[in-house]
């Protein structure tokens, strides 16, 4: 058979199509494919729900390929080391309650686990803005990375779901722009987004999984995002925070799905 290069094309625009239609409507739409929304997307479609993932860039799995200063090992600690065997991934035991583990092989692990579970990735599309009715957040506004690359003027599209994960990390961009444009009051003690504080693994790595939580109807922060809401500190390359997180925001979201 002789390949036909619009048979190519056609194939996969009618494919990306069918797959951005069964994402119009979510249960849960997760933004940020960093650790901690992988493994929220992952834990989430294991148990059936009909899940997506929006990234802005190319490339999934966040600030985790570079390790610690571009050497790509991470560190997790004995649970993290558990939800790492889960996906297939076995972190060498080095010292006390110290794992490593390959960064480039967790990532792919996390992406193949989360995909293979159900969860639909989409890679390349930034997240703008959300829709609220009725204070709740309802879903997502979603465009091209490369329309916000270019500044282009594009109008967006939308998605809907009864459950955000805002698992931006560090930059924590879904909540800015809810207070930048909404000016919600949040369920953080001021009511706005606390802010990052400087390097502390021991006391970010606990809080991590405490700031997992809602912090406005329909939205939960997860990962750095949650401690970058709750103003807690960032803990560097140990990861295993990120990876209990996302299975936290899952175990919660799905509680309130099943209700
Ligand atoms: O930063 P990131 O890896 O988030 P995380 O899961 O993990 C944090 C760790 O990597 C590390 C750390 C822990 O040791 O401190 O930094 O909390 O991944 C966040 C992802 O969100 C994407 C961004 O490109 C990255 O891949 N992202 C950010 N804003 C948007 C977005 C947006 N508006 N729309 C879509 N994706």
Not at 23 to 42: K, N, T
Not at 151 to 163: E, F, N, Q, T
Not at 172 to 186: A, N, T
Not at 192 to 200: A, P, R, T, V
Request: aromatic share 8%.
């Amino acid at each position: 058979m002789a390949l036909d290069e619009v048979k190519i094309t056609q194939a996969i625009v009618e494919r990306f199509t069918e797959k951005l239609k069964e994402a119009l409507e979510l249960d849960v739409a997760v933004v940020g494919a960093g650790p901690s929304g992988l493994m929220a997307a992952y834990k989430l479609a294991k148990e059936g729900f009909k899940v997506a993932i929006f990234e802005r860039k190319l490339s999934i799995g966040g600030g985790m390929w570079g390790g610690g200063m571009m050497f790509n090992e991470i560190v997790v600690q004995e649970e993290g080391a558990r939800l790492l065997k889960e996906i297939g991934v076995e972190a060498r035991p080095w010292q006390e309650d110290y794992y490593t583990a390959d960064s480039v092989e967790t990532v792919c692990a996390l992406g193949y686990a989360a995909r293979k579970a159900g969860a639909m990735i989409f890679n390349l599309i930034s997240v703008e803005d959300v829709m609220v009715r009725k204070d709740r957040v309802v879903g997502l506004v979603i465009n091209w990375t490369a329309v916000e690359m270019g500044g282009l003027h594009v109008d967006p599209l939308a998605i809907r779901s009864k459950y955000v994960v805002e698992s931006t990390g560090h930059e924590l961009s879904v909540l800015h722009i809810m207070q930048k444009k909404l000016g919600v009051q949040l369920m953080t003690p001021s009511g706005k987004i606390e802010g990052e504080k400087s390097l502390w693994a021991d006391v970010a790595e606990t809080t991590t999984l405490e700031n997992t939580r809602e912090v406005f109807p329909g939205v939960f922060v997860a990962g750095m995002a949650a401690n970058a809401t709750f103003g807690s500190y960032r803990m560097g390359p140990i990861f295993g925070g990120m990876l209990l997180s996302g299975e936290k925001v899952a175990q919660e979201i799905a509680a309130r799905l099943k209700k």
